[in-house]
């Protein structure tokens, strides 16, 4: 038994095409942390960069995740066929951007290592955890992780693939979250003069 159609997963995946698109955006500019302000509804958005299975380019897949313990875990949702499910598999070796707090050290980006634990005997419990997390996506799936019993969710997940992220080591530097941030100082400094040139006018 699957959670949804296949016309309605086909909507889904073009839905979160361009949606990708617009969180990766924000991401950039430093605004990670603002698409996490309302978890319960939005879901938890993380970004996932892996490495292209055929091309070896870095490719970037914002994702909903859980925190269990300490320990990071997301699905894919569209199982084996997901590209960056395959891209994982193939390369293992990730980097993930997690929201953080600028009055907390702002957002984290730390490299880490990927892999399938759909075997887990904590699949159904982790499986739920990372549903919550997911906020509305779930729900679009046509899942309540909340009120669904085990065996519900286990009949509507069974595709689905869990993925459990250990962390190897912080990153520093050019080319993670807010590696556009810069774009807000200038298109203030352009913007002023434009601004005060209007108000004496």
Known sequence: MSAMSKKTEQVLRRTFKYLNKFMM??????LGSWLN?????????????HTGRRTGIKRYTPLNFAIVEGELYCTAGFGRIADWYRNMMAVPKVEVWLPGSKWK???????????????????????RQVLIGSGFAAYAAGINPIKMSDEELDAVSREYRLLHIQRAQALTGLGGPGDLAWVWPVAAMLLLPLALFRRRR
């Open 25 to 30: 955006t924000m991401w950039r500019l430093g």
């Open 105 to 127: 050290g702002g957002d984290q980006w730390w490299a880490g290592i990927a892999e399938d634990i759909s075997g887990s005997e904590d699949r159904i419990f982790l499986m």
């Open 37 to 49: 302000a309302w978890p319960e509804k939005w879901g938890q958005i993380m970004v996932l960069a």
